[in-house]
């Protein structure tokens, strides 16, 4: 049976948007990119609060809970696989051997080891965990970055409020809000040496001296695209070409994300591999002014911590040292730095994996169980919040959903999770809906 197209209805580019693209362009920079450095409307005032930042560790592809953060010691071997457990600094916990460094500082962490969710599909999962909330047809809800990044327009400065590192997960993104709270991804891997960040830099044969020629050009253009009455959007381009320039001239900004400049004992002891090096950039861009941070860490290769086969080597060998290393540093150096109580963190992936081992060595996707670690806040420091049953398969207390977490990040960062923005087709939708919040860390 034929289709019919429905008829595409254009009215076109007015004069002033295509005489903005052009300026834009002839200043090296992208219009994708510069629509993430400013939100188009206003948001509502920072209230006082203790977590005034966050970083987000992303573990990509959903990490097994029961060769990590929730053993099962006792478990048949089927279920609890090679890994032993290891004490840690909380008496009574154990983690997974492959934490070693982690394990040391527990005393400062709050272990959630009964998140659920019905969701078992990556994409579907992803978008619960970094939203609060399951997908619905034609709705992407706002990720908690990009609602970040909203609230706190008024109290933005120079640096995005939103950054991802080296780029965002699915489904991190501004939803139904709008491009512009979208993250600022770092697009490179700041362990590399000569480690510059492509976006927040004029092209290589673009001098200071010709840049601020360009940006005199700018200005005389903008006379001639007077006649045409000013949108929404076509002032809102033009701050973000104010904004990107002043990025791009900015001796802060571009200090920001000069990793090179930590001495060689700092940068070893976050790990000399591109995630470690992610964690300590993360930590560079909270002391400058950043709000959000994601670290997307998608281990070696594209799937991840997605351990369908070879579970155990691929565990112990390539993703867990780095994890390890890497997030044990963060924390201490935020502690060391003053800053962990003002720096909410938080560590999870899309699910767990399944109790019972495949015949392929692996674990497959379990939304049922996973286990989530923050830190900071004035998070209770060596707390254990909830449990799974004998074999890592049900929350045998205190199931904690994605939305009962999510209230607990906006209530941590100063935000009303009841708070309402309207949709495109002007329904109010709340940040968090059906929530219970464990009380014990708020």
Same mark, same amino acid.
């Given at each position: ?25 002839? =200043? ?64 009574? @916990? ?16 709050? @272990? ?17 965990? @970094? ?30 409020? !939103? ?47 010709? =840049? ?20 929404? =959007? ?68 594209? +799937? ?25 540093? +963060? ?89 309402? !923005? ?19 860390? =708020?």
């Amino acid at each position: 049976m034929s289709r019919t197209s429905p008829p595409i209805v254009c009215a076109g580019p007015s004069r002033r948007s295509i005489l903005r693209a052009g300026v834009l362009g002839f =200043l090296g920079l992208g219009m994708d990119d510069l629509l993430r450095l400013r939100s188009l409307g206003a948001s509502p005032s920072l209230p006082p609060t203790k977590a005034r930042n966050c970083i987000l560790i992303w573990l990509a592809g959903g990490a097994s809970h029961i060769d990590t953060f929730d053993p099962k010691p006792d478990a048949p071997a089927d279920v609890r696989g090679e890994f032993k457990p290891i004490a840690t600094s909380v008496p009574g @916990l154990q983690l997974s051997e492959v934490l070693p460094n982690l394990a040391k500082i527990m005393d400062r962490a709050t @272990l959630i080891r009964s998140m659920t969710s019905p969701e078992a599909d990556h994409d579907r999962a992803s978008h619960h965990l @970094l939203t609060g909330y399951r997908p619905m047809p034609a709705q992407v809800f706002p990720s908690y970055g990009s609602v970040v990044s909203k609230w706190r327009e008024a109290h933005r400065g120079m640096l995005p409020p !939103y950054v991802a590192i080296p780029d965002a997960p699915a489904f991190s993104s501004s939803g139904y809000l709008t491009p512009a709270y979208d993250p600022f991804g770092v697009s490179g891997d700041p362990n590399q040496e000569g480690f510059r960040v492509s976006n927040l830099a004029p092209p290589d044969r673009l001098t200071l001296e010709r =840049l601020l020629r360009r940006r005199a050009m700018v200005k005389s253009l903008d006379e001639f695209a007077r006649d045409v009455p000013p949108t929404p =959007l076509t002032n809102s381009r033009d701050q973000f070409a104010d904004q990107a320039y002043s990025l791009m001239t900015s001796s802060a900004a571009q200090a920001a994300f000069r990793i090179a400049d930590e001495s060689p004992a700092v940068r070893e002891k976050y790990g000399r591999n591109p995630f470690g090096q992610s964690c300590l950039l993360a930590r560079r861009l909270i002391e400058a002014g950043v709000s959000f941070v994601t670290v997307n860490d998608r281990g070696a290769g594209p +799937l991840g911590w997605d351990t369908h086969a070879q579970n155990f080597p691929t565990i112990k060998n390539t993703l867990a040292p780095p994890l390890d290393l890497g997030l044990a540093a +963060l924390i201490s150096d935020l502690a060391d730095r003053r800053l962990l109580d003002d720096t909410l963190v938080v560590m999870m992936g899309e699910f767990g994996r399944t109790p019972k081992i495949n015949p392929n060595a692996g674990r497959d996707h379990h939304g049922r169980a996973n286990s989530v670690l923050l830190a900071g806040a004035g998070l209770p420091g060596g707390l254990v919040l909830g449990k799974t049953d004998e074999r890592g398969d049900n929350p045998a207390e205190r199931p904690i959903t994605p939305a009962d977490l999510a209230s607990v990040l906006y209530q941590k960062l100063g935000i009303n999770p009841e708070h309402t !923005y309207d949709s495109p087709d002007g329904r109010p939708l709340r940040l968090v809906d059906r929530a219970q919040p464990p009380k014990e860390l =708020l």
